[in-house]
């Protein structure tokens, strides 16, 4: 396994410790689904930061196009974690935590490649 591969589940575990955090704090005051946003939004920071500076150092982008880049990745990947999100928690009733942790672990595998091979392309 490569350190960039290490990096990235290290960075991405970081991340979803954080988006998990939020939600766990949040859910509490608002729906499932929009603490489930707000995590993403926290921990979008951790993950950039930590990708640019650590999964990706030797990227041939900019800040400002691997920001662009990564924006429409994490995106995507918010996208498929919310979808499969409420499949679990509305549509199988599983418990909102265990539901948010394999939307994450779902939603992984496509942001590694989207930013591997177009956010922070080598």
């Known amino acids: 396994m490569s350190a960039s591969s290490l990096w990235f589940l290290g960075v991405g575990g970081a991340a979803a410790l954080t988006h998990m955090a939020v939600f766990a704090l949040a859910q509490a005051w608002m729906w499932p689904e929009l603490a489930n946003a707000l995590g993403f939004c926290i921990a979008f920071f951790v993950s950039f930061s930590g990708h640019r500076l650590l999964s990706f150092k ?39 935590l265990l539901a948010l942790f394999v939307a994450l672990v779902f939603a992984a595998g496509q942001t590694f490649v989207l930013s591997r091979f177009w956010a922070f392309r080598r």
């Open 58 to 96: 030797d990227a041939a982008t900019s800040v400002v196009t691997s920001l662009g880049r990564f924006a429409v990745t994490a995106l995507a990947g918010f996208a498929s974690n919310e979808i499969v999100f409420v499949l679990l928690l509305r549509g199988l009733g599983w418990p909102s």
